[in-house]
């Protein structure tokens, strides 16, 4: 077998090519042709280099040809002739669209919307879109209380979680008013596609509602839950009654309660009681309730996709989560997403660049 001619290398070259004929992240082709210009370095005839390479002769002598002529630009491919690029820019065209209002008539943009004000496909829309992880479906909520006295109120609420004092019981109180006993067909369904999923009936039968109480012990996460038929002063007192006779009378308790009007205006129950102490959120922000959490468990893990003959079904069912939940129930970590003004007044272009 014929000898073939030493190639020249540049040592900067070496080093370069070396790192990529080892790489495990160049494409394939960088690889290759940098593990050819080496065994062509090495003198090997073009025949074995071909050989070694799983490719033909004619491969080894074009890419060593085009590397003597023009160095590592050589290895690099050449523009192809063909349809040209389409949406060069693209990406600066659907920030800008996003920030911009909507046609009328439409509440939200989504990729075929976009795609047809952009005269190009949803495709390449949704290519945009998920390189840059923005999803037009997924939501986001922000609350900003506009309470004068937020600071003050906020500081004293989350004090009591995160420092209460010495023996002192913190509970935090709410209810979740007209609860539906709804019945209606539930189970399970394949699809066309083969994808076993759950399946409701698409009417249903009201049978009643009934309002719930709640408190919440911040230190245990235990919950003390009661089911009225209304949501009234005098329930909600009642229910307070409830939770207070648990503890001895000198027993320090502090209750965090949100603005509703029954929570309002109890100082004859409060003269009463000289232990209870009423802490109230900031007007807008009942986020800062903790049994608010507890609430949005519950929905899910036993209201969601369940199905009631009548209000007393109802009521069995959320006194037997209550007794479940409370078996393994642990306190709340208290955290909260911070939101800055500066954030919301940001248009789409500003966050992605």
């Given at each position: 077998?014929?000898?073939?001619?030493?190639?020249?290398?540049?040592p900067k070259d070496f080093a370069i090519l070396t790192k990529r004929s080892k790489s495990r992240t160049e494409p394939k082709q960088v690889v290759d042709r940098a593990k050819i210009i080496l065994l062509c370095y090495e003198?090997?005839?073009?025949?074995?280099?071909?050989?070694?390479?799983?490719?033909?002769?004619?491969?080894?002598?074009?890419?060593?040809?085009?590397?003597?002529?023009?160095?590592?630009?050589?290895?690099?491919?050449?523009?192809?002739?063909?349809?040209?690029?389409?949406?060069?820019?693209?990406?600066?065209?659907?920030?800008?669209?996003?920030?911009?209002?909507?046609?009328?008539?439409?509440?939200?943009?989504?990729?075929?919307?976009?795609?047809?004000?952009?005269?190009?496909?949803?495709?390449?829309?949704?290519?945009?879109?998920?390189?840059?992880?923005?999803?037009?479906?997924?939501?986001?909520?922000?609350?900003?209380?506009?309470?004068?006295?937020?600071?003050?109120?906020?500081?004293?609420?989350?004090?009591?979680?995160?420092?209460?004092?010495?023996?002192?019981?913190?509970?935090?109180?709410?209810?979740?008013?007209?609860?539906?006993?709804?019945?209606?067909?539930?189970?399970?369904?394949?699809?066309?596609?083969?994808?076993?999923?759950?399946?409701?009936?698409?009417?249903?039968?009201?049978?009643?509602?009934?309002?719930?109480?709640?408190?919440?012990?911040?230190?245990?996460?235990?919950?003390?839950?009661?089911?009225?038929?209304?949501?009234?002063?005098?329930?909600?007192?009642?229910?307070?009654?409830?939770?207070?006779?648990?503890?001895?009378?000198?027993?320090?308790?502090?209750?965090?309660?949100?603005?509703?009007?029954?929570?309002?205006?109890?100082?004859?129950?409060?003269?009463?009681?000289?232990?209870?102490?009423?802490?109230?959120?900031?007007?807008?922000?009942?986020?800062?309730?903790?049994?608010?959490?507890?609430?949005?468990?519950?929905?899910?893990?036993?209201?969601?996709?369940?199905?009631?003959?009548?209000?007393?079904?109802?009521?069995?069912?959320?006194?037997?989560?209550?007794?479940?939940?409370?078996?393994?129930?642990?306190?709340?970590?208290?955290?909260?997403?911070?939101?800055?003004?500066?954030?919301?007044?940001?248009?789409?272009?500003?966050?992605?660049?």
């Amino acid at each position: 077998m014929r000898k073939s001619p030493k190639i020249e290398v540049k040592p900067k070259d070496f080093a370069i090519l070396t790192k990529r004929s080892k790489s495990r992240t160049e494409p394939k082709q960088v690889v290759d042709r940098a593990k050819i210009i080496l065994l062509c370095y090495e003198g090997k005839p073009v025949g074995k280099i071909a050989e070694m390479m799983h490719t033909y002769p004619n491969k080894i002598i074009e890419w060593r040809e085009r590397y003597t002529k023009e160095g590592l630009e050589g290895l690099l491919d050449k523009p192809r002739s063909g349809k040209p690029k389409l949406y060069i820019g693209l990406r600066d065209q659907v920030l800008k669209k996003l920030s911009s209002p909507t046609p009328k008539g439409f509440g939200r943009w989504d990729a075929p919307l976009l795609a047809k004000e952009l005269n190009c496909s949803p495709d390449a829309v949704w290519r945009v879109l998920k390189k840059d992880a923005i999803s037009l479906v997924r939501q986001r909520s922000w609350c900003i209380s506009t309470d004068k006295e937020f600071v003050p109120k906020a500081a004293d609420i989350i004090g009591l979680y995160l420092n209460p004092p010495l023996k002192a019981i913190v509970i935090c109180v709410d209810e979740k008013p007209s609860i539906q006993a709804l019945e209606r067909k539930t189970g399970y369904i394949q699809t066309s596609d083969g994808k076993t999923q759950r399946a409701y009936k698409s009417t249903y039968k009201r049978n009643g509602t009934l309002n719930l109480f709640a408190a919440l012990n911040v230190a245990t996460g235990s919950i003390k839950t009661k089911t009225t038929r209304h949501k009234t002063r005098e329930d909600f007192i009642e229910y307070m009654d409830e939770v207070v006779k648990e503890y001895q009378e000198d027993q320090e308790i502090h209750v965090i309660l949100d603005n509703y009007s029954t929570h309002k205006k109890n100082e004859e129950w409060l003269a009463l009681h000289p232990n209870v102490h009423f802490h109230f959120t900031p007007t807008s922000a009942s986020w800062l309730n903790q049994v608010e959490i507890w609430f949005g468990i519950f929905s899910k893990k036993s209201l969601a996709g369940a199905s009631f003959r009548s209000t007393e079904e109802l009521k069995e069912q959320i006194e037997a989560y209550v007794a479940n939940y409370n078996k393994e129930c642990r306190p709340f970590k208290w955290r909260k997403r911070e939101v800055k003004g500066s954030q919301l007044k940001n248009n789409i272009e500003n966050l992605r660049n």
